[in-house]
């Protein structure tokens, strides 16, 4: 990316985390961590990579995301909401009774929104089936990007999808790992040690690479590296940390689920909202 | 039009045979709908699939969690997919990616869960399920049809594949079974089918045990009991319009299923009975508190009281309270 480029994709990238903290701190919780470090993953897809067409959903053509640690929905919302697919002001109606926007993603309720996820490892199998269909009916220039939480890689099933995806060498199915070293219980190597996950998924088939997932210029390369690759299965671990880009938030020990019930926490809270409300209208300018 | 089979006893193609020709002749028809297999595609017959339709055949390998997510996830994009696996890893171990990837993202799946009930035989307990009726039955908007030979199950799967939403449950054996109906029969789904007219007792069954149950109502005939017979093969949408328009005037109500009565067959009719008020006493025959066992098929249905001698016991015990 140029500079200009840089730019722009970090200002997206702080209107998406912005979102996030506001839509958050509105309902009074929700699950923080993981959504702050898919932050420039969200951005770079939406912002740079992604095929699609906001005022058609459902274009025929367009490249599909898979949001495999579901939880995570807030990230995708605000990323859907910045990219035009819905109002802004429907970020706030989160988790609220009849809303289209659920804690974990639903395809029949959002605009933006391919396949219906949360119970975790099941959208690895079903972005498998996503690609393999594609590749099948030949639609050569689509993608379907797969996000999954390391905390995830405990569940077999997505080992089962990943022995799939690399059998098939869909390449065309980009597959992220969020190594956010940490999952609902504590760390990842204190719940049960992932071991090295380039290795295992190097060892699963895939050319895989890993990068800082709070660097857009890196995401955008590695996705740009691996896009070149067509007859192997494709991966991309972001060593990202849980709460990503607030620091207070990424120090806090349990943040896969936050309530803003105690004064730090809203103060917290209240302190980035403003800082990232600087930084867009910097940005802005 | 069903037209039932001149004799019972005649054996039909082996049921799996039957459904791999019914979805090569599908596959024929429209290039969207796929096989899916999960390493039992020669115990199946899908690995003829794999031959003869290639691109229209998806192998797994073993991994039933995951063939159930790559299902849903190619009916995304139109597939019409149809899985095998043998019945209870369909109902048990597949489940929830079923339920959620499939039912609750509103996708499509299709499942083709062989070797129900005692059909396991020597395979034994590990892959026996009497419960898959019940779980199927409890996903939303599910369909669960229980085929009784090789003519309902080809029909079946021509049927399901009409479908673009939803779980669609077959479970059939794969062996050739006792002729229940002639080829060419066409039925109509959710509506059950009245193979034998009778006042006395009515009989409400679907599956295996049907020719069982025709030869029970022989006897129960000779003795004096008239019995009517309803194939109750699409176990949910149950045909409850049936059920109102035949109890009437019935002295019992006898329900028999290759399967565990709680959430079955019977417990669709309990219900009906109980909501309309029909006072009719009904007995429920099938499995309750019992696992699977190996064991060749006759020695199974011994063993849990599903012969034809059996239901006439119980036929006869139900009527005398009357």
Redesign the interface.
Known sequence: MNQEELKKIKLFSARIRLDVLKMLTHIGYGHLGGSMSIVELMSVLYGRQLRFDPQNPKWEDRD?VVLSKGHSGPAWYSALAESGFFDKEVLYTLNAGGTILPSHP???LTPGV???T??L??????????????K??HQNDRYVYLICGDGELNE??CW??F??IA?YKLNNCIVFIDENKRQLDGYTKDIIDPQDIKAKMESFGFHTLRVKGDEEQCIDDAINEVKKIKDQAVCIVLDTVKGQGVEYFENLEKNHSVKFTTDELKQAADEAIAKLEETVAKGEQ | MFKLAHDHNEKTKPINETVVKALQDEMDKDPMVVALEADLGDASGFSKIRASHPQQFVEVGIAEANMAGVAAGMSLLGYRPFMHTFSPFAARRCYDQIYLSGAYAHALINIYGSDPGFCAATNGGTHTTFEDVGLMRLIPHSIVVDACDDTQADWTVREFLKLTEGIHYLRANRKAVRKIYEEGSTFVLGKGNIIKEGQDLLIVAAGQLLADVLDATEVLEEKGISVEVIDMFTIKPLDYELLLQEIPGKKAILTIENASIYGGLGSEVNRVVAEKGLGIKVKNIGLEEQFGQVGPVDYLKKAYHLTKEDFIEKAEELLKGE
């Open positions: 599909m639903d395809r029949n391919d396949m219906t949360g119970s490892g099941q959208g690895t199998s079903a972005a498998a089936g996503i690609a393999l269909a594609m099948r009916l077999g099933q089962e999808a022995s799939f059998h």
